[in-house]
Nanobody
């Protein structure tokens, strides 16, 4: 079992930056690919970014490429999402996720991902 707790959400103006963190506990954290999904009001959950066990490979949704950066610290059992140049359309609840694989589970709405945090709200005002 892996427990995930997100932090760092809040209200920011368009063009601003936020850093989300996810603290993991439980089973061997470094054995899992980690990532982030988000769900905006009235919309389906969608993939944002993911990172491999070692941190050597990352992937991003087209909508956040060049603006968001995912990183992890296995010694600290944490994964972070640095978000810059935020837009109102980035407003959503952001969920930290962990999965034993780095493949199709990360596509779409993340159906099949092993573990989820409870989410943290990011609101970007125009």
């Amino acid at each position: 079992q892996v427990q995930l707790v997100e932090s760092g959400g809040g209200l920011v103006q368009a063009g601003g930056s936020l850093r989300l963190s996810c603290a993991g506990s439980g089973r061997t954290f470094s054995a899992y690919a980690m990532g982030w999904f988000r769900q905006a009001p009235g919309k389906e959950r969608e993939f944002v970014a993911a990172i491999t066990w070692s941190g050597g490979s990352t992937s991003y949704a087209d909508s956040v490429k060049g603006r968001f950066t995912i990183s992890r610290g296995n010694a600290q059992n944490m994964v972070a999402l640095q978000m810059k140049s935020l837009k109102p359309e980035d407003t959503a609840v952001y969920y930290c996720a962990a999965d034993a694989t780095y493949g199709s589970n990360w596509y779409g709405d993340g159906y099949g991902v092993d573990y989820w945090g409870k989410g943290t709200l990011v609101t970007v005002s125009s």
